[in-house]
């Protein structure tokens, strides 16, 4: 449900955008056979028809693009349960996903009560690979049909990919041997693209600060194509960019903040810039400074402003530009709900913008 509302909260912000048409994002079964391997084409990924002794019974996307598939997986006499998902890298980290799936398992406690993590360490070299670019992790659960569970998430190219696997029959530890070979028994390419070494997000040191709160910025065309033109750019596959798992990478740590709809992560540190993570599924909400600031005359120094996008797997979306840092909660409750300035897509040989009719307004909402 978690991921379908991430989906379904992309959808609403794109359909407010006046003249654009809105994705037609949906949970859409998949024709597969029974007995064969589903090929994800886009990743050259294959996901097989038994995993762990287990049949699979359902193979879905959340939209037409399959930016994001998952199969689900139940033995017949249905003490193993398996979903494996394989989804775009759009935003934030490995480390913050696995970190919301953690999040998920445990604090649903009408669903788990109290599960109990396995000791253990949670990097693992995924298969292909040369370093320990996955994580993972493993439950005892104590109110439930089942007596373990744990997820899995491993990078592939610009794909990520998550395991997860509930068990009436095997303890914690035993179940993370079983998921490290039941990841084994996908067909994967020869060649895998070098990921770095993942390690999980620790707490920020410091909590997040903004002063007051945040109001819409003036903004022009200029602003808006600079902004939309570096959202495309910062959306390059790394295949695309020849990256290697040598390129520095930013550490993401966990902020303080209390937040409803999402998680707050803050890339090393950073104080001016953050990510709400929605679910675990990619897709998330970035606020940093515009890079429109640029712009400015150094003769006539500017107010800064402030992006808030919303990043789904194919597109990313941006709202009315504020003028200082808004905090987490405003920006879920306020901002995310209020007008849309542009769309660009991020995905594919065709990279389009999109900008709003209604987008040029001053700070006070009344057209220019």
């Not at 395991?163 to 390419?189: D, G, H, I, Q, V």
């Not at 998680?263 to 675990?280: K, Q």
């Not at 007008?339 to 700070?363: D, E, L, M, W, Y």
Request: with cysteine.
């Amino acid at each position: 449900m978690k991921r379908i509302f991430a989906a379904t909260l992309a959808i609403a912000a794109a359909a407010t955008v006046s003249g654009m048409p809105a994705a037609a994002q949906q949970v859409e079964e998949l024709k597969v056979s029974s007995d064969e391997p589903y090929a994800h084409d886009l990743s050259g990924l294959r996901l097989p028809a038994t995993l762990a002794r287990a049949p699979r019974n359902k193979a879905v996307t959340i939209g037409g693009d399959l930016l994001d598939v998952s199969a689900n997986y139940e033995s017949p006499d249905r003490a193993e349960l398996l979903s494996l998902y394989v989804y775009r890298q759009a935003s934030g980290a490995l480390p913050v996903w696995f970190d919301r799936a953690r999040w998920s398992i445990e604090h649903r406690p009408n669903v788990y009560g109290k599960p109990v993590a396995a000791v253990g360490g949670p990097s693992f070299v995924p298969p292909r690979q040369q370093t320990a670019s996955g994580l993972i992790a493993t439950y005892t659960l104590n109110k439930n049909a089942y007596r373990s569970t744990g997820v899995a998430i491993l990078p592939f190219g610009n794909w990520l990919v998550k395991l997860r696997y509930s068990s009436k029959t095997l303890e914690a530890a035993s179940l993370a041997t079983a998921m490290r070979a039941a990841l084994a028994e996908l067909e994967w390419p020869a060649d895998i693209a070098p990921a770095p070494a993942a390690v999980p997000v620790t707490n920020c040191s410091t909590p997040l600060v903004t002063s007051g709160k945040s109001r819409p910025a003036q903004e022009d065309l200029r602003a808006m194509l600079m902004t939309a033109i570096v959202g495309v750019a910062a959306a390059t596959d790394p295949a695309d960019k020849e990256a290697t798992a040598a390129e520095p990478r930013a550490a993401w740590c966990r902020d303080a903040t209390a937040l409803k709809g999402g998680g707050v992560y803050r890339p090393n540190e950073a104080t001016d810039n953050y990510l709400i993570a929605l679910s675990d599924a990619g897709r998330g909400v970035l606020v940093g400074p515009s890079p429109a600031n640029s712009l400015r005359a150094e003769s006539n120094p500017p107010a800064p402003s402030w992006n808030v996008s919303l990043v789904d797997l194919g597109a990313t979306t941006f709202f009315q530009a504020q003028d200082r840092l808004p905090s987490p909660s405003h920006v879920m409750q306020r901002v995310i709900r209020g007008p849309v300035t542009s769309q660009v897509s991020t995905r594919g040989k065709k990279r389009n913008i999109n900008i709003s009719p209604g987008a040029f307004r001053n700070g006070n909402g009344k057209a220019k």
